[in-house]
């Protein structure tokens, strides 16, 4: 069964930094698209960043300049590398293959 996992979060303080990874268990990595989504609690779920199969990469304004995605087709791997962290920033993280595919989610924490 192809699945998505997430890993690498936790609790930081802010300013500091933490880089979430996504491994796709299939064969096709390589052909996909990949997103990372956030939901805060009350909130909905929103898009953070995505990357294409030909590494076209796109952040959300809140975001932006703070996190930045990466890919690494040989580990069928997507990254989101988050530095300048807020506490505004704390919510599930999520990666989609923009197919059928979502993770589990992984807790981010910015708390002093």
């Known amino acids: 069964q192809v699945q998505l996992v997430e890993s690498g979060g936790g609790v930081v303080q802010p300013g500091g930094s933490l880089r979430l990874t996504c491994v796709d268990s299939?064969?096709?990595?390589?052909?996909?698209?990949m997103g990372w989504y956030r939901k805060a609690p009350g909130k909905q779920r929103d898009l953070v960043a995505y990357?294409?199969?030909?590494?076209?990469?796109n952040v959300a304004d809140a975001v932006k300049g703070r996190f930045t995605i990466s890919r690494d087709n040989a580990k069928n791997t997507v990254y989101l590398h988050m530095n300048n962290l807020k506490r505004e920033d704390t919510a599930v993280y999520y990666c989609?293959?923009?197919?059928?595919?979502w993770g589990q989610g992984t807790q981010v924490t910015v708390s002093a």
């Open positions: 990357i294409t199969r030909d590494g076209r990469t």
């Open positions: 299939g064969s096709i990595f390589g052909d996909k698209d």
């Open positions: 989609t293959d923009y197919r059928d595919l």
